[in-house]
C-alpha cells in the first residue's frame, strides 16, 4: 500500500499532537517536522531520542538547535520536496505566509483555525461537510471549540434534524505555559455573538446559531453549554443514544466523578493518554435538560488535541484517500483508537 507522505510544520502545542497522530496512521507517512527554534518540544523530543526528522526553516538557527543536541536534517524546502501534504500547525499568520512555498512545491496542506478562512478553499469539519474538501488544495480547521461544537449539533442534525442553536462558551484563558496571557483572577466577556457560532454556521449553513463567550483564569479545556431547536421533537433517551453512537463524543456522569474539565483530564491522564490527551468531547448526560422541545447540554472540550481527528481527517479529504465522509473518519478513528463507547 502506497502511503501519504506528510509533514507537519510547526511543532508546538497542536503541531507535536498532528505528528503523534499522523504516526499511527497506518495508511500515512510522517516523513518530518519543522521548526525554527529550541523550544521545550524539541528539548523534549531530543531527550526521547529524537523520533521525527527535524528540518529548520531558518538557516541562521540551525547551529542553535544542533549546540544544545538537536539534529537538523535540512531545510523546510527540503522537506517539502519530499511530502503529498503538509499539515501546518505554525503561528496565526504564518500560515498564510508559508501558503506561497506550498503553491511551490505543488502541495496539498491543512491549516490549523488561527488562519483566517480566506487561506484556504475550504473551512473544512470531517464530519459536517467532508466531501466538501474531496480534492481541495488547502482546507482550515475550524477552533477548537468549533470543532468539538459542530461534533455534538451535526451528531444530533443527522440523527433528528437541528433548526438552531445558542451556546455559551466557558473559555479556557491559555495553555499550560501560556505565561505571556498572565496571571489572572477575572472572567471576561466577549461581544455577541462568538466566532464559533459564526463559524457553526459557515459550516453548516441550514442551522441558526448564536452565542456569547466568557474567558475563565483555568488551563484544562473549555465548557460549552447548547441550547438547540430540533427539527422534531425528542426525548433524553433518543439524544443519548445518538451521542453515545459518536466515535468521537464521550458520554459521561456527574454520579461517576465527572465533575468537570479538570476530572477528564484527570481521567485521561489515568488511561495513560501521552500529554493527557483526549481526542473526544466529553458530553455530561446530568447536563441533558428541556425547555419545552429545546434540548440544553453541556460539552467539555480538550483544546489542545480536539482537533487532531478531523485534521487528519483533512488529508484524508484532500488526498482523496476516501470520497466517503463515513469510511474516512472511520478510518482516522480506527487508527487513533477511538471507538464506541
Given amino acids: 500500500m502506497k502511503k501519504t507522505k506528510v509533514a507537519v510544520v510547526g511543532y508546538g502545542t497542536i503541531g507535536q499532537r498532528l505528528a503523534d497522530g499522523v504516526k499511527l496512521q497506518g495508511d500515512m507517512e510522517l516523513v518530518g517536522i519543522a521548526d525554527v527554534a529550541p523550544t521545550l518540544a524539541l528539548r523534549a523530543l531530543q531527550e526521547k531520542g529524537m523520533p521525527y526528522d527535524l528540518y529548520c526553516p531558518v538557516p541562521a538557527n540551525v547551529p542553535l538547535l544542533e549546540a544544545i543536541g538537536i539534529p537538523v536534517k535540512g531545510t523546510l524546502e527540503q522537506l517539502l520536496s519530499q511530502v503529498d501534504v503538509v499539515l501546518d500547525a505554525t503561528s496565526a499568520g504564518i500560515g498564510a505566509k508559508n501558503k506561497e512555498l506550498y503553491k511551490k512545491y505543488n502541495l496539498k496542506a491543512v491549516f490549523q483555525g488561527g488562519e483566517k478562512n480566506e487561506v484556504a478553499d475550504v473551512f473544512f469539519h470531517g464530519y459536517a461537510n467532508y466531501e466538501k474538501g474531496v480534492g481541495q488544495q488547502f482546507l482550515k480547521l475550524t477552533s477548537c471549540n468549533t470543532t468539538g461544537l459542530i461534533r455534538a449539533i451535526d451528531c444530533l442534525d443527522r440523527a433528528y434534524g437541528v433548526a438552531k442553536v ?141 482537533t487532531i481527528p478531523e485534521t487528519i481527517d483533512g488529508i484524508r479529504a484532500a488526498m482523496k484517500m476516501q470520497t466517503d465522509r463515513l469510511e474516512a473518519v472511520g478510518e482516522t478513528n480506527k487508527y487513533l483508537g477511538m471507538k464506541v463507547r
Avoid: C
Fill in 166 to 306: 445558542a451556546i455559551t462558551i466557558i473559555r479556557r484563558v491559555a495553555d499550560p505555559g501560556d505565561y505571556n496571557r498572565g496571571l489572572t483572577n477575572a472572567l471576561q466577556m466577549d461581544k455577541a455573538p462568538n466566532h464559533q457560532a459564526v463559524d457553526l454556521m459557515t459550516i453548516m449553513p441550514h442551522v441558526q446559531a448564536t452565542g456569547l463567550l466568557v474567558h475563565t483564569p483555568v488551563t484544562h479545556g473549555h465548557i460549552i453549554t447548547i441550547l438547540a431547536t430540533p427539527k422534531k421533537k425528542i426525548n433524553k433517551e433518543q439524544a443519548l443514544a445518538a451521542f453515545k453512537q459518536h466515535p468521537r463524543i464521550r458520554v459521561v456522569r456527574l454520579a461517576d466523578g465527572f465533575l468537570g474539565n479538570a476530572s477528564l483530564f484527570k481521567y485521561a491522564r489515568d488511561l495513560g493518554n501521552p500529554r493527557g490527551d483526549m481526542y473526544e468531547i466529553g458530553l455530561w448526560d446530568e447536563s441533558i435538560t428541556f425547555s419545552g422541545d429545546d434540548i440544553m447540554f453541556a460539552i467539555n472540550i480538550p483544546q489542545e488535541s480536539v
